[in-house]
């Protein structure tokens, strides 16, 4: 269960293609405000990724942070500094497995809102 001093602590990862145990190469889809892990997984049997571990981590609460990203750093935390570490943590999961962060690609959407 997510803390309040690492509110993405522990936040669930979904997995698509090729084992990361197999897999040479990985892309981490990182979801957008109010979106799901499991939404922008979908993008993945459309992308040129079939030999890839696809990872999505799922943002506590639907979103990464909680106000825009211009707003001052202070007003977005403990959230933004913990989005971070977990997106670190999964890179360093996956570099543990066998790929090394050359062969790992991130991809996502915004933040925004209205």
Do not use: C
């Not at 690492?6 to 897999?23: K, Q, R, S, W």
């Not at 990724?49 to 942070?65: K, N, R």
């Amino acid at each position: 269960m997510p803390s309040s001093h690492d509110p993405h602590g522990g936040i669930d990862i979904l997995h698509a293609g090729v084992p990361v145990e197999t897999a040479k190469r990985a892309l981490i889809l990182i979801h957008g405000r109010g979106s799901t892990a499991r939404e922008i997984l979908t993008l993945a049997p459309n992308l040129p990724v079939t030999d890839f571990a696809v990872l999505a981590p799922q943002a506590a609460g639907s979103v990464w942070y909680p106000q825009r990203f211009m707003r001052p750093v202070e007003e977005n935390e403990p959230y933004l500094s913990s989005a971070l570490a977990a997106i670190d943590r999964l890179v360093q999961r996956l570099s543990g497995s066998g790929i090394p962060p050359e062969r790992i690609a991130i991809g996502g959407f915004s933040q925004a809102h209205a």
